[in-house]
């Protein structure tokens, strides 16, 4: 984990103890996409209360929040993943 990820994860955990920093991306420029997850999902109101809190860093990068679908998406729990037991 980078520092700018890790420091950004503590601003987030300071938010919502659950919201989780799945992965940070440069594309180029000052562009910065965080990948951000949550054991509720991850809707756009979501995505926007992070990006107000975040509100800092639009000074240094063009900020772009996303919930990580596929490519990042975190393994799920074991009590994720259990079935409800068959009648």
């Given at each position: 984990m980078?520092?700018?990820q890790q420091?950004?994860?503590?601003q987030?955990?300071?938010?919502?103890?659950?919201?989780?920093?799945?992965?940070?991306?440069?594309?180029?420029?000052?562009?910065?996409?965080i990948?951000?997850?949550?054991?509720e999902?991850?809707?756009l109101?979501?995505?926007?209360?992070v990006?107000?809190h975040?509100?800092h860093?639009l000074?240094?990068?063009?900020?772009?929040?996303?919930?990580?679908?596929?490519?990042y998406?975190?393994p799920s729990?074991s009590?994720?993943?259990k079935?409800?037991?068959?009648?």
């Amino acid at each position: 984990m980078t520092d700018l990820q890790q420091s950004i994860q503590q601003q987030l955990s300071a938010l919502d103890s659950e919201l989780d920093v799945v992965a940070l991306e440069k594309p180029g420029g000052d562009a910065l996409r965080i990948f951000i997850d949550h054991p509720e999902g991850v809707d756009l109101a979501r995505c926007e209360q992070v990006t107000r809190h975040l509100n800092h860093l639009l000074a240094e990068y063009s900020l772009e929040v996303s919930s990580p679908g596929p490519k990042y998406r975190r393994p799920s729990t074991s009590a994720e993943t259990k079935e409800s037991p068959s009648e």
